[in-house]
């Protein structure tokens, strides 16, 4: 990727920030982060806290973001018994 990348109005690619990687508009802050960071248990307001550079705005697009790129995603090699297993 040699060009800014725009995904959503809160949600960017640049190759000169974060060696490319998805950061919200605006910041250095890495999707990832945030999404990790909510994944295992921080609050929307304990992320802001954490980040004072984004905005509620900013994760729930990164969520939307997340919902979106994983929605109708098939694990060709489970099971159909794994695949009830993960939908429990």
């Known amino acids: ?3 800014r ?11 000169k ?13 890495m999707v990832w982060q945030v999404l990790e960071a909510m994944a295992h248990g921080e609050t929307i307001d304990e992320i802001l ?3 004072p550079s984004i905005t509620e705005k900013h994760v729930r697009a990164a969520l939307d973001y997340a919902a979106r ?11 159909s018994a794994h695949r009830r297993e993960i939908l429990v």
């Open 49 to 51: 806290e954490d980040w």
């Open 5 to 15: 990348a725009v995904i959503n109005k809160y949600i960017v690619a640049d190759p």
């Open 1 to 3: 990727m040699n060009k």
């Open 17 to 29: 920030i974060c060696g490319g990687k998805l950061t919200f508009n605006g910041t250095r802050v």
């Open 69 to 79: 790129r994983t929605g109708g995603e098939l694990i060709s090699s489970l099971t």
